[in-house]
């Protein structure tokens, strides 16, 4: 059973508009969570978390929001750039553990 | 250098055969840990260790075997290979106080 869902396997979007990523949990003891980014041949690098005592996290040009009563966050890219064309990934976890539980995965394609 | 490695980077076996994958660290970080990425699965937590000597199942472990004898090492043994062990496999570290995790660069493998 999947606790942390990525429905949108892959989203398109041009250079300077918005990116919305989403991403939805079941386990209403997740925490903690957080996005990656992957490109192709590497690992996953982090990009920016949120614990659930917040509602919004802002780094740059990435903001998370939390939706605890939904149980959904999602990632917004703004501007968005080609250079965000990379596959990203949720991922959650509860207190005092380091075990992450991480959503399929969403393809970003930013075209110029 | 700094940072986390994998080695070998591209590995290719036959069902049958035992086969080691190498992690190393050198952030001194206490927490390392397996993953596996599948199409349609994301990135799945196969192992993972608190400190030396101590590691624990995650939620995908048979077929695999972990030990970790030093802080900075992490190797995961596949003691028989098997077809649906082809993926790629991540390590990651962490340490401090956050969940956040570094992930080294990926092996392919592939079990003929």
């Known amino acids: 059973d999947q606790q942390v869902k990525q429905n949108s396997p892959s989203l398109s979007v041009q250079e300077g508009r918005i990116s919305i990523l989403n991403c939805d949990y079941t386990?209403?003891?997740?925490?903690?969570f957080l996005w990656y980014k992957k490109y192709p041949a590497e690992g996953p690098t982090f990009l920016i978390s949120?614990?659930?005592?917040?509602d919004k996290n802002e780094d740059g040009r990435f903001t998370v929001f939390l939706n605890k009563s939904a149980k959904h966050l999602s990632l917004h890219i703004v501007p968005s750039q080609p250079g965000d064309s990379a596959v990203y990934f949720c991922?959650?976890?509860?207190?005092?553990?380091?075990?992450?539980?991480f959503g399929t995965g969403t393809r970003l394609l930013v075209s110029p | 250098d700094a940072g986390i490695t994998q080695s070998p980077r591209y590995k290719i076996t036959e069902t049958g055969r035992q086969v080691t994958l190498m992690c190393h660290q050198t952030?001194?970080?206490?927490?390392m840990f397996w993953y596996r990425q599948d199409l349609g699965h994301g990135l799945r937590l196969i192992y993972y260790?608190?400190?030396?000597?101590?590691?624990d199942k995650g939620e995908v472990p048979d077929g695999y075997v972990v030990s970790r004898s030093k802080t900075e090492n992490f190797p995961l043994t596949l003691e028989s290979a098997t077809r649906s062990q082809t993926s790629v496999y991540f390590c990651?570290?962490?340490?401090?106080?956050?969940?956040?995790?570094?992930f080294g660069p990926g092996t392919r493998l592939t079990v003929l």
């Open positions: 990651a570290s962490s340490g401090g106080d956050t969940d956040t995790q570094y």
């Open positions: 386990n209403s003891m997740f925490d903690y």
């Open positions: 949120i614990s659930s005592i917040k």
């Open positions: 991922a959650a976890s509860d207190t005092g553990f380091q075990k992450l539980v």
């Open positions: 952030w001194s970080h206490s927490y």
């Open positions: 260790s608190a400190a030396a000597d101590i590691t």
